[in-house]
């Protein structure tokens, strides 16, 4: 029997208990104490999974996938030409569409590997990785600015106050790991929505996502809040004995309240913790070869380098959803090159050998296949240049993503923009369907994946979503 | 598109329409073509057997004739006019089917002519098993349900034990607990109590000498052995409760010094600030807008101030809730009430507002969907958020009733405007009073004489300046860009793409000659203006050339404006009609901020393109040009002299401009509020057909939900309908409003409601645990003015509230009160309390809290910083701390501080990790448990007596031999180089021990 999802209310009553829930120590019913309290508990899937985990590499503010995955020769024929296109933002503001000058790919496509996809050279490294991609060329999406369509991706909604996925994951799986979070966003931003891109909204508190560092903090001196004892190790004992002491005799003239043993027993995770969560994010025992292999030590790729690394050493430990961004504070984040469009090669070079590296390790321990890297950001780029000036505007229309791994096709490409790569139109995937597909592939069904709250059952894709089973392998 | 009604008579006539064109050869057509379409295509999403997306199916002929949420799919006989048709056309992006692939050109042309051919359809419901559509509640039904009747007065029924009640509520509480042959907890003992009273009426934790001044006097009151200071043995049995000393022959003495406490406790500042902070979750509170780009609301603090003082002076709740909704609109007595009242609508505008979404009408009904739904939780508690894309699935809300209400705040202004790039929300000037009115009133008038003055002096310049431009440099003759009026953005600030020259060759040129394309590369080449413009407006636009005969005579050139976009065609041969210089484009509408351009190409030209300038001119400007070109030129010495005059107007209107810098920066700046107010135009909407803003179904006279009122709504016409709604809302005949109120006092001082669902009192909620203290404390609250501090008093002095804590045989949840809840503190009381003890605490009450909280320019890029960079130093009491919606203090995250973007009445309370973690490892709790520490250490009392000092501070109790015994040892053979830290590990203890951290 599936263990059931917890209601709102139950979880609360039942007392949540954090990143890890070690149950009532000492207590005879321990066993099936946890099944019964643990919100974090593993949960069984809804069909067998073709993945266990997820690692969201995302790209804050929009790569322009004509100059990267989506290859369309129309626009190196008819570059400079003013044409008439449903500009985005011109509809949403005015209604109808400009004319605007066409703007052919900066960087040369070339075919790759052994399937033949095209790719740019903007990305060379993960170029050499085409056939173990699942490129999704024909990504659509809701939100013109960023806010709202970066809150659409890691929500499912621009506006309303959702679960992010990584939540929604964590609360149908529970967790591997009692002595980690199930969710971990490295490096997040404060912008276009801040933290309701990782927030649980009205999920328990239990499955929210956990900061690991902050953008713009060198990722060198990352590490979870509140994790380093803040006294010598001598000292911290002595505090934290005369706490144990102190509550056991509390609880010992409260008998029977398992809130306050849930609360004793928060303190004795959270002692392990401490010793276990600082090694998880400490890189210094990798090899120097895998170190090479992430760009750990160059210039570029150091920063990102290490925070995917600590994203596969999250995996390995049984974390469930690690994202890692690529991002900053500002309102116009990392790829949105509305001028300037050659500044794409400056935010390729830092991520392009790392995420190569991450998939080449992640192949190289075996845990590709039960991992799905998802690699993309909020929404593309025009076709075209805006204000006829050196940049390109953002895309919600069509776009490109890519996934490896964890069950979806490798070396394949599905759906198609129109021939400038302006609008999907072929086996259109909307971010709805993206996150249906995804779900599917950790075992979870997106219209079963409900949860309770104000009298209604939510969901990620609200009443939308469809699997794309074509490209599952 | 068609209302429901309208749908439903279609129907019936298509039907008939159907069925006299039955004829086999359309069958066949039908069968051939249509049906394996249907079935490939649509069936997926549209059929009984698999989904019925939109309530649409597409599997019998009843089914498109009925239609979906959008109405009938097809209307036989017209492609135009049927929505299936329109969908897959795929022109309009909302509306395309089916999702994942347009159909071929061919597709669509079979499914338009099946339609013209008066769609033939064999196929019946009959043959096909119906897919059943959730309804909720019809209305009639819905007001059969407990929370739409009317709350009924019922006397408090009879109870055994007639001597344990002490007024109503108990007897409704001790009724149902007897029924159950069981008996209410005993006493909490006095310590107990006294933490409890404070920590719920005011937050803050007794001091050691108010729980000694309560314990004495409950002492004395039911003639306790235990005289004057708080001693071991009532210490002990704060721990070990002894269940029957305490109850009473002289219980009434006891209530009496109870009664006493509470009174006090009511008239404090500090009562205000912490329900005004319950409030507050209800009222999604937040400081800064959060969403995508998160902007700062520099004034929300005064509409927290309003709420703080609003419960300390026990203003009448269905005032409380007028003022919310249409404080503008009320009659106010004097300034003072009505800076409150505006302050107060700020309920309506400081929700997680998504400034940036572009679809400006979009966003409008994205915050009035957000309004409807914090009205609804909070006010009525009502899911109405429901019904905005089809009727309510559970209550009997239709989307008619949605709609209704969304008519009178459609008719309310909550953004600025809805053309900004990033929109913002409205700032309210405040009307003062005496001398402080006369001084900003007199700052005011020189400032805006300073304007005229200014305004007058600009359009005189523009006037010589145009009279200069054509006498100086008629054509033939170059002149600068900025001897022109208006903005100019000459050829060498445009961004050229392609290969433009520069070229002197005619001299009618502005700047440093013009550019040509040399009649090469034709269709290659682009030249954009884009202006710097200061301030939003309708602009003419000009367009300088010099005119030649070799010149193309169809020149393309592209206004990018704030409504859209225009292509005119300009004849370069010919000379420009201004001046010789400049031919007018048109008058358009631009942005300050906005995106607007004008781009002149050379696509399809024949001949050579040149491009000199573009000029902007304001309406007014353009007024004032016109007249001043009318005059002949003079002779040389007038010109000189009009040049001299010319060079003394630009100086002045310089110095103009810059003491009007000065004036504004020095001034003062009249204070602003938060606020709303009617729109310009007023009336009712329509119904948004499955939510889509675009799509428009049938108007509906604005009103309220139906279930809940008696008679239909009376809407003035000249006013956006909030005062009404407020009134409604506000209603004694309302059976929602106040009973929705009571039971979240009933949650805020027991730790649950009544209803435990406080925020849903619709059919998907919680039943009340006793429906009959529900009612009677509902109409009590009426009757009693809807004074809140006497509804909090009745609740706090009810014997029910007084038990100790402990367990009820058969009721793990405790829904019959027969005992009080264990309750965690709130964050708020976590950080307060920490702050009290170390001696940080800053008790000044109301007041901004934020610095540099200016005005806010949402397009500016750096306007997050406020937030992002903001610092959490303050000590003031936790309420007054910044609440931004992206960046929270760290302990508020942690310890469950309600979720900032919506309402959420009830706290919940969770046990995690990172808690314990911040607890043991944070800076701020090490600082403050070492603030204590050395505050101790300062006394000179003895480590007995400051032990006992510390438990007095922090757990407002002594401690207990045990815990004497366990602090002891800590503290033995302590060096005095250690002594600060051994201390300071003491206050860390405490902080973090069980006893801090719940409220027994």
Same mark, same amino acid.
């Given at each position: 029997m599936d263990t059931p999802l917890f209601s709102r209310r139950s979880a609360l009553q039942q007392l949540a208990c954090g990143f890890g829930y070690m149950a009532l120590a000492g207590l005879a019913a321990q066993q099936q104490a946890r099944a019964a309290i643990n919100p974090l508990a593993p949960r069984k899937p809804h069909h067998p999974p073709k993945a266990k985990r997820i690692i969201f590499l995302f790209m804050a503010g929009g790569v322009s996938h004509v100059d990267s995955f989506d290859y369309k020769p129309r626009l190196i024929k008819d570059d400079g030409k003013m044409m008439d296109f449903d500009d985005a933002r011109t509809i949403a503001k005015t209604g109808k569409g400009a004319t605007q000058r066409v703007m052919k790919p900066l960087w040369e496509f070339k075919q790759r590997g052994q399937s033949g996809r095209w790719v740019s050279e903007l990305f060379p490294e993960m170029a050499k990785h085409s056939d173990e991609l699942c490129v999704m060329n024909s990504m659509h999406t809701e939100g013109v600015a960023h806010g709202p369509a970066t809150l659409f991706l890691h929500t499912g909604t621009t506006n309303f106050i959702r679960p992010s996925m990584g939540s929604w994951v964590n609360y149908g799986l529970g967790t591997q790991n009692e002595n980690l979070p199930g969710f971990v966003s490295i490096a997040p931003s404060l912008g276009n929505g801040g933290p309701r891109n990782y927030g649980n909204a009205f999920l328990p508190a239990v499955y929210q996502g956990t900061a690991l560092g902050r953008t713009g903090q060198p990722a060198k001196d990352t590490n979870f809040r509140n994790i380093i004892p803040a006294r010598s190790m001598d000292e911290a004992k002595k505090q934290f004995d005369l706490l144990r002491e102190v509550n056991a005799a509390q609880l010992a003239a409260k008998p029977g309240d398992t809130e306050l043993e849930a609360v004793i027993n928060s303190y004795e995770l959270a002692w392990r913790m401490q010793g276990h969560a600082p090694d998880v994010v400490d890189i210094s025992k990798e090899s120097p070869e895998t170190l090479a292999l992430y760009g750990i030590g160059e210039k570029d790729t150091d920063n990102f380098g290490r925070e995917c690394l600590m994203a596969r050493r999250l995996c390995e430990q049984g974390v469930r959803y690690v994202q890692v961004n690529y991002s900053d504070n500002s309102n116009n984040p990392a790829w949105d090159q509305h001028s300037n469009m050659p500044k794409h090669a400056d935010h390729a070079r830092a991520v392009d050998k790392p995420v190569a590296g991450l998939l080449t390790d992640l192949k190289k321990r075996g845990l590709l296949e039960d991992t799905i890297v998802w690699w993309g950001g909020e929404f593309g780029r025009t076709p075209y240049a805006q204000t006829n000036g050196t940049g390109r505007d953002h895309n919600p229309n069509g776009f490109s993503i890519w996934l490896a791994g964890g069950g979806v096709k490798p070396g394949f490409a599905y759906g198609a923009t129109d021939e400038f790569g302006h609008f999907a139109v072929e086996d259109k995937v909307h971010m709805h369907d993206l996150h249906a597909t995804l779900l599917h592939l950790m075992g979870l069904d997106h219209e079963k994946l409900t949860f309770r709250h104000d009298g209604r059952d939510y969901r990620l894709t609200d009443v939308y979503g469809h699997v794309v089973k074509d490209i599952i392998a | 598109m068609f209302s429901r009604p309208t749908i439903c008579t279609l129907g019936i006539a298509l039907v008939s329409a159907v069925s006299l064109r039955a004829d086999p050869g359309d069958s066949e057509f039908f069968e051939k073509k249509i049906r394996p379409l249907i079935e490939q295509r649509c069936s997926e999403c549209h059929s009984a057997e698999k989904k019925v997306k939109g309530g649409l199916r597409l599997d019998s002929r009843e089914g498109w004739q009925t239609g979906g949420d959008s109405g009938a799919a097809v209307v036989p006989g017209k492609p135009d006019e049927s929505l299936l048709i329109k969908a897959v056309r795929y022109r309009d992006k909302d509306f395309a089917m089916p999702p994942k692939k347009k159909l071929s050109a061919d597709e669509v042309a079979t499914l338009e002519q099946w339609v013209k051919m008066g769609a033939p359809d064999p196929r019946t419901a009959a043959t096909v098993a119906g897919a059943k559509k959730q309804v909720g509640l019809s209305i009639a039904e819905g007001k059969k349900f407990w929370s739409y009747i009317a709350p009924k007065k019922i006397a408090p029924p009879a109870v055994k034990d007639t001597a344990w009640p002490r007024g109503d509520i108990d007897r409704f509480i001790l009724a149902k607990i007897e029924e159950k042959g069981l008996h209410p907890a005993p006493d909490a003992t006095p310590v107990v109590l006294v933490r409890r009273i404070f920590y719920t009426l005011t937050g803050l934790p007794p001091s050691p000498e108010e729980v000694d001044t309560f314990v004495r006097e409950i002492s004395a009151a039911t003639n306790d052995k235990v005289t004057g200071r708080q001693g071991d043995k009532v210490n002990d049995a704060a721990v070990t409760p002894s269940p029957t000393r305490l109850v009473t022959p002289s219980s009434s003495a006891r209530a009496k010094v109870v009664e006493k406490l509470v009174d006090q406790l009511l008239k404090s500042p500090h009562f205000g600030e912490t329900w005004g902070r319950h409030w507050l979750d209800v009222a999604r509170f937040a400081e800064s807008s959060g969403g995508g780009r998160t902007l700062l609301f520099k004034d929300a603090w005064r509409y927290r101030d309003y709420v703080i003082d609003a419960f300390n002076r026990d203003v009448p709740f269905d005032r409380f809730i007028r003022e919310q909704i249409a404080g503008d609109l009320l009659p106010a007595a004097n300034s003072e009430d009505k800076r409150r009242q505006l302050t107060a609508t700020a309920f309506l505008a400081l929700g997680p507002t998504n400034y940036e979404e572009q679809n400006k009408q979009q966003l409008r009904f994205d915050v009035i969907d957000e309004q409807l739904d914090t009205i609804g939780k909070g006010v009525l508690g009502q899911t109405i958020g429901c019904a905005r894309c089809h009727d309510h699935k559970f209550d009997p809300i239709p989307q008619k009733d949605y709609y209704a209400l969304a008519g009178i705040l459609s008719s309310t202004r909550t953004l600025f405007n809805y053309t900004d790039n990033v929109a913002r929300w409205i700032s309210e000037p405040l009307k003062l009073e005496g001398e402080e009115e006369k001084k900003f009133a007199a700052h005011e008038a020189k400032l805006t004489s300073l304007k005229q003055d200014l305004e007058t002096a600009k359009k005189d310049l523009a006037k010589m300046k145009a009279v200069a431009t054509k006498v100086s440099a008629g054509p033939g003759k170059s002149i600068a860009a900025?001897?022109?009026? @208006?903005i100019v953005v000459d050829d060498v600030d445009a961004k050229a793409i392609g290969e433009w020259s520069n070229s002197k060759h005619v001299a009618t040129f502005i700047g440093d000659g013009y550019r040509t394309d040399d009649n090469l590369g034709k269709g290659s080449k682009t030249i954009t203006f884009t202006p710097k413009l200061p301030k939003s407006g309708r602009y003419e636009v000009r367009f300088a050339y010099p005119p030649g005969t070799n010149r193309a005579k169809k020149v393309p050139v592209h206004i990018l404006h704030a409504e859209g976009e225009e292509k005119v065609f300009v004849d370069e041969t010919l000379e420009p009609p201004i001046g010789g210089r400049f031919v007018s484009l048109g008058k358009f509408r631009f942005e300050q901020d906005g995106a607007g351009f004008v781009l002149v190409s050379n696509a399809d030209t024949k001949g050579f393109v040149v491009a000199d300038a573009i000029q902007f001119l304001a309406e007014e400007e353009v007024a004032a040009l016109d007249a001043a070109l009318k005059p002949a030129p003079g002779d040389d010495a007038t010109k000189r002299s009009d040049e001299d005059k010319r060079k003394k107007m630009d100086a002045r209107v310089k110095e103009m401009e810059s003491s009007m810098k000065k004036l504004t920066g020095a001034g003062p700046l009249r204070p602003t509020a938060m606020a709303v107010h009617d729109e310009e135009e007023i009336g009712d909407t329509q119904i948004r057909v499955r939510g889509l803003v675009g799509q428009r179904g049938a108007q509906v006279p604005r009103g309220f939900l139906q279930v809940a009122g008696s008679a239909p709504a009376k809407i003035s016409g000249k006013e956006s309908g909030r005062r009404e709604l407020a009134d409604w809302l506000a209603s004694p005949a309302n059976p929602l409003t106040a009973r929705v109120f009571v039971n979240r006092a009933w949650d805020w001082s027991? @730790?649950? @409601?009544?209803?435990? #669902? #406080?925020?849903n009192f619709g059919t998907t909620g919680e039943q009340p645990s006793h429906a009959e203290l529900l009612d009677f404390l509902a109409l009590r609250f009426v009757e009693q003015g809807w004074s809140v501090k006497k509804l909090v008093r009745e609740i706090v002095l009810s014997h029910a509230w007084q038990t100790a804590t402990g367990t009820t045989p058969g009721d793990p949840d405790n829904r019959m009160f027969a005992h009080a809840n264990r309750r965690r503190l709130d964050a708020e009381a976590i950080r307060d309390t920490m702050l009290a003890v170390s001696g940080a605490l800053d008790l000044r009450t109301l007041g901004p809290n934020i610095g540099n909280a200016g005005e806010i320019n949402a397009n500016d890029t750096s306007a997050q910083n406020v937030e992002y960079k903001y610092e959490f130093t303050d000590v003031r009491r936790s309420v007054y701390t910044p609440a931004f919606r992206n960046r929270r203090l760290e302990l508020f995250e942690a310890f469950d501080f309600a979720d900032i973007n919506a309402t959420f009445g009830h706290r919940s309370a969770s046990t995690v990790a990172p808690q314990a973690l911040f607890l043991l490892n944070s800076p701020f709790v090490l600082a403050q448990a070492k603030a204590a520490a050395e505050r101790a250490l300062a006394s000179s009392s003895g480590d007995d007596e400051r032990l006992a000092n510390a438990f007095r501070t922090t757990l407002c109790r002594l401690p207990t031999e045990k815990e004497r015994a366990i602090f002891s040892r800590a503290l033995t053979g302590v060096k005095d180089d250690r002594r600060t830290e051994a201390w300071s590990q003491i206050y860390q203890t405490l902080f973090a021990c069980l006893d801090f951290r719940y409220l027994e």
């Open positions: - | 900025a001897e022109l009026p @208006g027991f @730790g649950s @409601g009544i209803v435990r #669902t #406080t925020e």
